[in-house]
């Protein structure tokens, strides 16, 4: 059988041990990628951007942390 491409209906999903890492200078996180670069709980998240100390964004059924808010919370450089 000849090499084919992989299309939609034949690449396979990675799984959480294979995902890559998200980018330090991303503009947006999920928040689980926020917590796992960030140290602390996705609740936490949660509760600073109650707090207002961090943005969260609504995209379709999704909730994304603001990259620039997220690195201005940490105190990294940049933000």
Known sequence: MA??????????????????????????????????????SPATLRRRAKEGSLRLVRVGRRTLADGASLRRLLGVDGA
């Open 3 to 40: 090499n084919v491409a992989p299309t939609l209906s034949t690449a396979r999903t990675l799984s959480h041990r294979e995902r890559r890492e998200p980018s330090p200078s991303a503009i947006t996180y999920t928040l689980p990628d926020a917590a796992r670069l960030s140290g602390l």
